[in-house]
């Protein structure tokens, strides 16, 4: 107890993410101490029951409550003395846009920004509620991030973890979470690259854009997730989504009988396009934005990323370097967090969101 005083007045603190997905909850727990390091503590994965979840939004949340009371049981003796950072997922009712707005000298910086922004469609829904972050200021004006997210989304979560007795410090979106776990371990002579990271999730994809060291900005996308990849391999080899599953996680030639190898192979590649359609489109939206310019790199994260030989396939296809995102890769760990082979390639990325989270400091 004495020990755990004294750092909590010297400043150090422990901050949990988490991470609600389709299928599962992810839990981070890093310690930031009063020097201004911080240790990846915990990571966890709690399964969700099925259709405990359905397109972001709950549809059980007896369930619910019971997984992230389990996973919170395993990781946090003491919830007073962590703080909570909990996420929602950006293509499930959540607008991100930037604004520039000029700043008198003596007016009321917060009352310009929200009057500003509450006039663009569609801000300017009443049912939405409003945050924002300025990340520039510079001859009167000011560089914003904006969020609007629907207020009964947002009171359903809320209720949800007052309901399991957690008191959140912070609710942030997946996209954010990711750009915070890129930029922590980004090396620093890469921090102003301009990075693109495509969210590959079980029923929606997404796409979010880093330039200068900054969010520039995202995308929902209609198409690119593993549901679109499933649809295309059931249409064209007659599976089921199990099947699908088991050849997405198979490092070994997988049989179906009436098909070749050849067969699967080729489904594969249909399949792959699915996501690198979706991917362009992004990307051309972002190129339109800024004048042709293309990201230097693009980064995978989500359940798709672990498809073996989609970095490859995108990489030929759009001729920009890809690779799955490895947020821990430079991120001090505990040993007995990682072990001494680490998160497996197929595990390390899903836990990118819950570890942006936990990068925050209160």
Same mark, same amino acid.
């Given at each position: 107890m004495a020990s755990d005083f004294i750092s909590h007045i010297l400043g150090d603190r422990q901050t949990v993410g988490i991470d609600i997905g389709h299928y599962s909850i992810k839990l981070v727990r890093v310690f930031h101490d009063h020097h201004g390091n911080i240790q990846v503590t915990a990571v966890d994965l709690e399964r969700l029951p099925e259709k405990t979840m359905e397109d972001g939004e709950i549809k059980d949340e007896e369930k619910l409550r019971e997984a992230l009371s389990k996973i919170m049981a395993r990781h946090v003796d003491d919830r007073e003395k962590v703080d909570v950072v909990a996420g929602i997922?950006?293509?499930?009712?959540?607008?991100?846009?930037? &604004?520039?707005v000029k700043i008198p000298k003596t007016a009321n910086e917060d009352a310009i920004i929200?009057?500003?922004?509450?006039?663009?469609?569609?801000?300017?829904?009443?049912?939405?509620?409003?945050?924002?972050?300025?990340?520039?200021?510079?001859?009167?004006?000011?560089?914003?991030?904006i969020v609007a997210a629907k207020s009964a989304m947002l009171d359903s979560?809320?209720?949800?973890?007052?309901?399991?007795?957690?008191?959140?410090?912070?609710?942030?979106?997946?996209?954010?979470? &990711?750009?915070?776990?890129?930029?922590?371990?980004?090396?620093?002579?890469?921090?102003?690259?301009?990075?693109?990271? #495509?969210?590959?999730? =079980?029923?929606? @994809?997404?796409?979010?854009? &880093?330039?200068?060291?900054?969010? !520039?900005?995202?995308?929902?996308?209609?198409?690119?997730?593993?549901?679109?990849?499933?649809?295309?391999?059931?249409? !064209? &080899?007659?599976?089921?989504?199990?099947?699908? !599953?088991?050849?997405?996680?198979?490092?070994?030639?997988?049989?179906?009988?009436? #098909?070749?190898?050849?067969?699967?192979?080729?489904?594969?590649?249909? @399949?792959? =396009? =699915?996501?690198?359609?979706?991917?362009?489109?992004?990307i051309r939206y972002f190129s339109n934005s800024e004048s042709g310019e293309k990201p230097t790199k693009?980064?995978?994260?989500?359940?798709?990323?672990?498809?073996?030989?989609?970095?490859? !396939?995108?990489?030929?296809?759009?001729?920009?370097?890809? =690779?799955g995102i490895n947020p821990f890769e430079k991120i001090p760990c505990s040993p007995d967090v990682v072990g001494e082979l680490g998160l497996s390639k197929a595990l390390v990325n899903i836990y990118a969101p819950a570890l942006g989270y936990a990068m925050r400091k209160f």
């Open positions: 997922n950006s293509a499930s009712g959540v607008l991100v846009d930037k &604004l520039v929200v009057q500003t922004a509450q006039a663009r469609p569609p801000f300017d829904d009443q049912d939405n509620i409003l945050d924002y972050e300025v990340y520039d200021r510079e001859d009167g004006q000011a560089k914003i991030n979560w809320g209720q949800l973890y007052k309901n399991t007795d957690i008191a959140l410090s912070a609710l942030d979106v997946d996209i954010f979470g &990711l750009a915070n776990a890129y930029m922590a371990s980004v090396a620093p002579e890469n921090r102003n690259d301009t990075v693109a990271i #495509f969210n590959i999730g =079980e029923k929606k @994809a997404s796409i979010v854009f &880093l330039m200068d060291g900054f969010f !520039h900005s995202t995308r929902a996308l209609t198409s690119g997730s593993m549901e679109s990849v499933i649809n295309m391999l059931s249409r !064209h &080899l007659g599976i089921d989504a199990n099947k699908c !599953h088991e050849i997405f996680e198979s490092d070994k030639s997988v049989t179906i009988e009436g #098909f070749s190898e050849a067969d699967i192979e080729s489904a594969m590649q249909l @399949a792959f =396009e =699915e996501i690198v359609g979706a991917l362009e489109f992004g693009i980064l995978l994260s989500g359940g798709g990323t672990s498809l073996t030989g989609l970095c490859e !396939h995108i990489q030929d296809r759009i001729e920009i370097p890809t =690779e």
